[in-house]
Nanobody, 123 residues
Framework: QVQLVESGGGLVQAGGSLRLSCAAS????????MGWFRRAPGKEREFVAG????????YYADSVKGRFTISRDNAKNTVYLQMNSLKPADTAVYYC????????????????WGQGTQVTVSS
């Protein structure tokens, strides 16, 4: 069993930065691939970024590539999403999720989800 708690969301102006954190409970965190997803008002949930169990492999949605960076610290049971050059289109609730071994852009493969953290980017 893994419990995930996101933090770090907030209100920021366009062009600004935020760093989201996702703290995981349980001693098996290092066995899980992690993903960040987001859901904007009136839109479907979409994949943002993923990282494998060791942190050696990452993957990004085209919409955030070059602006967002996913990383993890297995000693701290935490995965991060550094978001730079934020745009109003990045406004959404951001969720972290865990699945065995590696990441996937398909939300259906994730076993555990956090409650989400709101990110609002003003123009």
């Amino acid at each position: 069993q893994v419990q995930l708690v996101e933090s770090g969301g907030g209100l920021v102006q366009a062009g600004g930065s935020l760093r989201l954190s996702c703290a995981a409970s349980g001693r098996t965190f290092s066995m899980y691939g992690m993903g960040w997803f987001r859901r904007a008002p009136g839109k479907e949930r979409e994949f943002v970024a993923g990282i494998n169990w060791s942190g050696s492999s990452t993957y990004y949605a085209d919409s955030v590539k070059g602006r967002f960076t996913i990383s993890r610290d297995n000693a701290k049971n935490t995965v991060y999403l550094q978001m730079n050059s934020l745009k109003p289109a990045d406004t959404a609730v951001y969720y972290c999720a865990a699945r065995p071994n590696t990441y996937s852009s398909d939300p259906g493969g994730y076993r555990y989800w956090g409650q989400g953290t709101q990110v609002t980017v003003s123009s």
